[in-house]
């Protein structure tokens, strides 16, 4: 099914392994916003998962 989509393929290829960050506020500490002074965060990584997506666009 990719092989005959290969646009199809590499858009959703580029999609799904690109990685969100989320910044949770309650680990962020920022006394000023300009110096960043005080900067205490933690990254949370999601990944996008388009499997959903895929299906309904092969189905198409």
Same mark, same amino acid.
């Given at each position: 099914?990719? +092989? $005959?989509?290969? &646009? =199809?393929? +590499?858009?959703? #290829?580029? /999609? #799904?392994? &690109? %990685?969100? =960050? !989320? %910044?949770?506020? /309650?680990? $962020?500490? +920022? $006394?000023?916003? /300009? @110096?960043? *002074?005080? $900067?205490r965060s933690l990254a949370a990584a999601m990944p996008l @998962? =388009?499997? %959903?997506? *895929? @299906? %309904?666009? !092969? =189905? &198409?």
């Open positions: 099914m990719f +092989i $005959t989509h290969p &646009k =199809l393929l +590499i858009r959703l #290829y580029r /999609s #799904y392994f &690109k %990685w969100h =960050l !989320c %910044w949770p506020r /309650s680990l $962020t500490r +920022i $006394t000023d916003l /300009s @110096k960043r *002074i005080g $900067t @998962k =388009l499997f %959903w997506y *895929i @299906k %309904w666009l !092969c =189905l &198409k």
